[in-house]
């Protein structure tokens, strides 16, 4: 399996503009994460999906942060308008355990190279 | 907010000598997870230890897991200069939530 794929890898762009991070997560995973890095705050939780379906969002900084989730194969990451303080390395992950009895998501989670994106 | 705490932020060492890394956390926990990161890479999972169990060995890898303290340890032994990377522990909390990640140690092995 080629892992989880992310693009693009880099993104440099100028704040207002609209940034669109793109995520194949494993096949036959069923759980999907975005996490946020940067040096000051590590490893941050923005939003998972559990079969499509968003399960929490409460880490999504601002409304200008949407994620979908249109199919197993696919998930979207998108900040419009774009600001200086989004510069960060955005993770996808996902994880082939569904949440298991009694709600918890137990499983390892197999992460992508990652997003760094740029916002002058 | 982390979950997890790494301890120490930075840790220095020659090739050949054993690391060790501590992790506390506050509230109970299903189970703990440690990864690892490669400089400009994505992270990759290590191992995982339940709350009902106290001690897991993975090749050069120990963990150790104390819920009385709330803490956790990660040894790596015979350590190579490949070692070298920053190392996490997340911890996935009873509940229905996913696993949170601590600000991690970066480790740095000397050849």
């Known amino acids: 399996d080629a892992g989880v794929i992310q693009s693009p890898r880099h993104e440099v762009t100028e704040m207002g503009q609209e940034v669109t991070l793109r995520c194949k997560p494993i096949?036959?995973?069923?759980?999907l994460f975005w996490y946020r890095q940067t040096m000051m705050r590590g490893l941050e939780l923005l939003i998972y999906?559990?079969?499509?379906?968003?399960?929490?969002d409460s880490g999504m900084p601002e409304d200008r942060f949407s994620a979908k989730m249109p199919n197993a194969s696919f998930s979207t990451l998108k900040i419009q308008p774009s600001e200086p303080r989004d510069s960060a390395v955005y993770f996808c992950?996902?994880?082939?355990?569904?949440?298991?009895?009694?709600?918890?998501?137990?499983?390892?989670?197999?992460f992508g190279e990652g997003s760094r994106l740029t916002v002058l | 907010s982390q979950q997890g705490e790494e301890d120490p932020q930075a840790l220095s060492i020659q090739e050949g000598e054993n690391a060790t890394m501590n992790c506390s956390y506050k509230t109970s926990i299903n189970n703990l997870q440690w990864y690892r990161q490669n400089s400009g890479r994505g992270l990759v999972h290590l191992i995982l230890i339940r709350s009902n169990e106290r001690e897991k060995h993975s090749g050069r890898l120990r963990v150790t897991l104390d819920t009385s303290k709330k803490s956790s340890s990660l040894l790596i032994t015979a350590s190579r200069a490949a070692d070298t990377a920053s190392y996490f522990c997340a911890t996935s909390v009873s509940g229905n939530t996913p696993l949170v990640f601590g600000k991690g140690t970066r480790l740095s092995v000397i050849a």
């Open positions: 096949s036959g995973h069923n759980s």
């Open positions: 992950a996902s994880s082939p355990r569904t949440l298991s009895s009694g709600g918890r998501v137990t499983g390892e989670l197999f």
């Open positions: 999906f559990n079969n499509n379906v968003p399960i929490d």
